[in-house]
């Protein structure tokens, strides 16, 4: 059975830092793409960043430079490093894992991000 758990959100000031962790079991972590996805109230769920199986990283624009991800594949997990945090970064952090046709969410963790 495969489980992927995020954790580490919570609430931060502006200017703050926080970093995400995703824990994946039940698969061969190596062998898969990993995504960090948010939703705030009201909208659409957004891709946030993504690193492949083979280590290449990419970003959507308003987090490049503040956000960085990173995989561990020993620990089987992914890390959203998020550096200088702005209140519309708040919203609910999910955690993709996907290979192929095989695609799997966290529930999701908060961010708040509030003075």
């Known amino acids: 059975q495969v489980q992927v758990v995020e954790s580490g959100g919570g609430l931060v000031q502006p200017g703050g830092s926080l970093r995400l962790s995703c824990a994946a079991s039940g698969i061969i972590f190596s062998d898969y793409n990993m995504g960090w996805y948010r939703q705030a109230p009201g909208k659409q769920r957004e891709l946030v960043a993504s690193i492949t199986r083979g280590g290449i990283t990419n970003y959507v624009e308003f987090v490049k430079g503040r956000f960085t991800i990173s995989r561990d594949n020993e620990k089987n997990r992914v890390l959203l490093q998020m550096n200088n945090l702005k209140p519309e970064d708040t919203a609910v952090y999910y955690c993709?894992?996907?290979?192929?046709?095989?695609?799997?969410w966290g529930q999701g963790t908060q961010v708040t991000v509030s003075s």
């Open positions: 993709r894992v996907e290979r192929f046709t095989r695609t799997y």
